[in-house]
């Protein structure tokens, strides 16, 4: 019998996966910094948030390649003597696990409110479109500064935990409205088909229509607009951490990293921005790519 990888590969969606050079390019980096960043403690040469491992006289290395650099610190140090390799590594996590958090809670919420807008219509869907409207009137980025300077204000000797998960709430905020939009115009579709019609006559109940028959035919929409999406998050991260009001400074992400090095770009040691910039660019780029990929895929029309 086949495994599920191997009909997977064999469907229309897989061979265009394999007849895509770009998309597998886009996935096997993407599943690089995936697996770097979950086995971090294991792939990471160095643990960069040890206080005890860091020394001072280390401090500001450049790359191995350069006259005064360390085989030790293949990429460098920052200000703090830290391994920029490892740091990039650690902190990547930070931003994909934040990113994917925050995508995951939009896409439950969107197409919840998506559903219940374009199956029921009348007033519900009417309420719940103009809480869009309102969303969509203010930009994403500082609704998400908003929420997140609020909760750092609130709260400013939280735990690590509740620091992320009002960081991740601030990114969800916005990000359902788009979701919401997408399946109820899918769902406006679906609700007059045949199939739709037939269970209604049957007796099935409305939620289940919704949940069993409904959703399945309006999630590859939803596929494609979570891969973007995902790129954004971690962008909309790395923004947050970049001004100051994202990921705690005791587990800096990708946009701390790029901060610090900020400081210290034009005193000459510019690998301690570039490096994490680079990761940040790289991540996003891959993402795209196969969020790009996987729209054409699941187009009928371009088959």
């Known amino acids: 019998m086949k495994t599920t990888l191997a009909r997977w590969l064999d469907s229309d969606v897989g061979y265009s996966f394999r007849t895509s050079p770009m998309a597998m390019l886009a996935a096997a980096i993407a599943l690089i910094c995936v697996f770097c960043s979950v086995f971090a403690g ?66 439950l919420v969107g197409v919840a409110f998506g559903l219940l807008a374009g199956f029921k219509g009348g007033w519900i869907d009417a309420v719940l479109m103009r809480l869009c409207d309102v969303m969509l009137s203010f930009p994403a980025i500082l609704v998400a500064l908003l929420i997140a300077g609020v909760g750092r204000a609130l709260f400013p000797n939280a735990h690590e935990s509740l620091a992320f998960g009002v960081l991740i709430i601030s990114i969800s905020l916005t990000g359902w409205v788009q979701y919401a939009r997408t399946v109820r115009g899918s769902t406006l579709v679906e609700r007059n088909k045949e199939y739709v019609q037939a269970a209604r ?98 187009n009928p029309r371009l088959r």
Not at 57 to 77: F, H, I, N, Q, V
Not at 78 to 106: F, K
Not at 234 to 246: M, Q
Not at 271 to 283: Q, R, Y
Request: proline share 7%; glycine share 8%; no cysteine.
């Open 42 to 107: 294991w792939v990471a040469p160095h643990n960069p948030f040890d206080l005890t491992t860091l020394e001072l006289s280390d401090a500001r290395l450049p790359p191995a390649w350069s006259e005064l650099g360390s085989m030790k610190y293949p990429l460098g140090t920052d200000d703090q003597g830290r391994d920029i390799l490892s740091a990039l590594i650690y902190g990547a996590r930070i931003s994909l696990v934040v990113g994917l958090a925050s995508v995951v809670l939009s896409v």
């Open 201 to 298: 006559v049957t007796g099935v109940s409305p939620l289940r229509i919704m949940r069993k028959h409904v959703l399945p035919n309006v999630m590859g929409p939803v596929m494609v607009l979570a891969t973007i999406q995902v790129a954004t998050a971690i962008i909309t991260e790395a923004t947050l951490s970049f001004l100051g009001v994202g990921a705690p400074p005791t587990s800096p992400s990708l946009g701390t990293l790029i901060r610090i090095g900020n400081d210290y770009l034009f005193s000459g040691e510019w690998w301690i921005t570039v490096f994490p910039g680079a990761m940040l660019v790289l991540i996003a780029l891959s993402v795209n790519l196969l969020g790009d990929w996987l729209r054409d895929a699941l």
